[in-house]
């Protein structure tokens, strides 16, 4: 009888019921919806649009951030460029069929090829295109109003009713109040008969703030890469350091520092360097105390402080932070010619740590002033060995204690030229052994002594000789500037909260029809309705069913065919034909 009223078939109730439960259920989230291109219109425009759509898709999204993850492992694994271009160049002295493969692929540079700025970029555009809209979208949903009750509501997937004697008014406003006081977002629906109520927003807040977050974070990191600076010096107690590129024993910056106009002008002077270190048990020789004291000054003519330095505790200048990052020890040297004339008075040579126990190594050169037994201009070099805590005779050349408990200094001598005016760049800490010979001793090897502070070494035939005065310490420093680092930190922090709500916060909700039934008492439904299916929903429901049905008054007994429950009874029922997001 009604079909024939209403001019519907059976079908047509059902399509348009699944209709109004699709709309019920739509924007539970505001990911795009996917439309397949209009093939047989695809143009230059309809072509750009596709390629769009996929780019700031967040599958597309995903497999970007993990190329960009994928392509900083070479980064990690294959010497780099910018971080120490001799490994670099001994990696191409020694693999001559991957170095030039390498080179056209821009492993030794990877942060700055070609490949990896793409896929940045690409990730930075996907993302920004993603979020926009969607941004956009969500807020409209914030500014609307909760979608209108279906028409069936015993088709979602939570469900109850029950009968009251309260007027389907006073229902209403009681679910509305109840809504609001748990947190819910509920207005009145546009047809009158029910309450619409939304809750957890905040799980599309936190995914948009994690999509945020990434941006912000590739920014920092961009910008951290770009304007970074990180120089090394190590310097001598007593020995001063000013914020100038020359002063740095090695330095490095990213693409887009000008080391004349960004570095920060300061200058400090190391006074003293003070370490002390376990004695007994198994952790003996591990630092307890390890610091450095200095006095700084920013700008020309800044004040002069104090600041003791220690690991993990840098003194920060205008934006630059100055680590302590090593120690060692320098063997105080006198050196006098053939004549007896000294050409080395009382200088201290640094010599590079081998092990925790600071066994020590590296070269002493005398480029000017020292004549040989025949009066020629020559040069001297030394090969050296320092042990801070020598085991005594017999024992092996290891320090057995980092602090200056015995210390010892072994060196081997040669002379000649030390090339250091050929204009080509060596370490000061080896011997270029290509124009120099040995000095020989009276078994005819290389000559080479033993020396306790105050012995001296005398050079063979009358070639002068050299006195170990005593031992003096050294800190290495490294200097360094991140430039938006906060901000990675922070988008870091952002990142995890937005996650963490994107996962756990369930996006719902629940709709409340009072109607007065054919017998004149009131019907009420509640239903509900998540974005993904989860236990919770029929809970929650239950529990605002039994809270709602506390504040109405008891309805008059039903008449004998009426089936319908006097008190809530929530249950799932499956949602035939909708479709659950």
């Known amino acids: 009888m009604s079909n024939t009223t209403t001019g519907k078939t059976p079908a047509d109730k059902t399509a348009g019921d699944d209709q109004d439960l699709g709309a019920a259920g739509s924007q539970l989230s505001t990911a795009p919806k996917e439309e397949a291109p209009n093939l ?31 392509g900083a492992i070479p980064g990690s694994l294959i010497p780099q460029d910018g971080v120490d271009a001799m490994k670099v ?9 991957l170095g030039p493969v390498y080179d056209k692929l821009g492993l030794f540079h990877v942060y700055s090829s070609v490949w990896f700025s793409a896929i940045y970029i690409l990730l930075f555009v996907s993302l920004i295109g993603c979020i926009v809209p969607r941004t956009w979208q969500f807020v409209g949903q914030l500014r609307g109003r909760p979608p209108r009750a279906p028409r069936r509501l015993d088709r979602l997937p939570a469900y ?31 047809a009158g008969d029910a309450v619409a109520a939304e809750k957890g927003y905040l799980r599309e807040v936190g995914n948009l703030a994690f999509h945020i977050a990434l941006i912000v974070m590739l920014i920092a990191f961009a910008w951290g890469q770009l304007f970074k600076y990180e120089g090394n010096k190590l310097i001598l107690e007593g020995d001063g350091f000013s914020n100038t590129l020359t002063q740095y024993d090695d330095f490095k910056s990213g693409n887009l520092f000008d ?45 002069e402080k104090t600041k003791t330095i220690e690991v993990n505790k840098p003194l920060d200048i205008d ?10 020890y320098a063997p105080i ?73 015995n210390p010892m200094l072994a060196l081997s001598a040669y002379h000649g030229d030390l090339g250091v005016d050929a204009g080509i760049p060596q370490s000061i800490y080896q011997l270029d052994k290509t124009n120099l010979e040995e000095f020989k001793g009276s078994d005819g090897k290389l000559f080479k002594q033993q020396l306790k502070v105050g012995d001296t070494m005398t050079l063979p035939n009358g070639a002068g000789s050299v006195t170990f005065n005593g031992v003096q310490e ?10 938006g680092s906060g901000w990675a930190l922070g988008g870091a922090v952002i990142a995890i909260l937005g996650l963490a709500g994107s996962l756990f916060i369930r996006r719902r909700r629940v709709w409340v029809r009072a109607v007065r039934g054919a017998d004149g008492v009131t019907v009420v439904e509640m239903a509900g309705l998540g974005r993904s299916e989860s236990a919770k929903v029929p809970e929650e429901l239950g529990d605002l069913a039994g809270a709602l049905y506390d504040q109405t008054p008891e309805a008059p007994d039903a008449p004998e065919n009426d089936d319908t429950p006097d008190s809530p009874d929530t249950h799932v029922v499956p949602a035939e034909g909708a479709e659950t997001k």
């Open 40 to 70: 047989p219109s695809l143009g230059v425009i309809g072509w750009a649009r596709w390629f769009w759509r996929q780019l700031t898709s967040m599958r597309v999204a995903l497999l970007l951030l993990l190329l960009l993850s994928l």
């Open 89 to 97: 160049q001994e990696f191409r002295d020694n693999h001559d069929l």
């Open 160 to 190: 109850t009713t029950w009968r009251t004697g309260a007027e389907p008014e006073e229902v209403r406003e009681a679910a509305l109040k109840l809504l609001k006081k748990r947190r819910f977002r509920a207005d009145a629906d546009a």
């Open 259 to 303: 080391a004349a106009h960004d570095l920060a002008p300061f200058s400090f002077t190391l006074k003293d360097f003070h370490g002390t270190y376990e004695a007994t048990g198994p952790n003996r020789g591990t630092p307890r105390v390890y610091e450095a004291k200095v006095t700084y000054s920013e700008g020309a003519d800044g004040a």
């Open 319 to 328: 934006g630059s932070k100055v680590y302590l990052v090593s120690h060692g």
């Open 333 to 405: 040297l006198t050196v006098k010619d053939a004549k007896g004339d000294v050409v080395m008075d009382k200088q201290a040579v640094a010599l590079l740590p081998l092990d925790a126990n600071v066994t020590s190594s590296g070269a002493v050169k005398v480029m000017d002033g020292y004549r040989n037994a025949k009066g020629e201009k020559e040069q001297l070099g030394f090969n050296a060995f320092f042990l801070p805590t020598y085991g005594g005779k017999g024992s092996t050349m290891l320090s057995s204690f980092p602090a200056l408990i």
């Open 474 to 483: 050294w800190a290495g420093f490294q200097v360094t500037q991140q430039p």
